[in-house]
Nanobody, 117 residues
């Protein structure tokens, strides 16, 4: 089993910055890709960014150039630096980890990000 605990959400004005962190524990050796998803009210959950175990990074087009995902294997954390935030970035952000053989999908409890205009 894998446990994910997010931190760092909050309320910020448009143009501001937030940094989300996700602490990973449990069967860490079984983890492949890790990433961040978000869900806005009334919308489906969507990928924000993910990073494969080999370092390949993928971003949602809407956050390219503004968000940066990073992974620290020594500290077992994955972070999301969010700059130039927009009201449309508002939502609950979830940390995600995938089993390296895609046998399971693990989720954190979610952290609220609210961007005011």
């Amino acid at each position: 089993q894998v446990q994910l605990v997010e931190s760092g959400g909050g309320l910020v004005q448009a143009g501001g910055s937030l940094r989300l962190s996700c602490a990973v524990s449990g069967s860490i050796a079984s983890i492949g890709a890790m990433g961040w998803y978000r869900q806005a009210p009334g919308k489906q959950r969507e990928l924000v960014a993910d990073i494969k175990s080999g370092g390949w990074i993928n971003y949602n087009d809407s956050v390219k150039g503004r968000f940066t995902i990073s992974r620290d294997s020594n500290k077992n954390t994955v972070s999301l630096q969010m700059n130039s935030l927009k009201p449309e970035d508002t939502g609950v952000y979830y940390c995600n980890a995938k089993h390296k053989f895609y046998l399971a999908d693990y989720w954190g409890q979610g952290t609220q990000v609210t961007v005011s205009s």
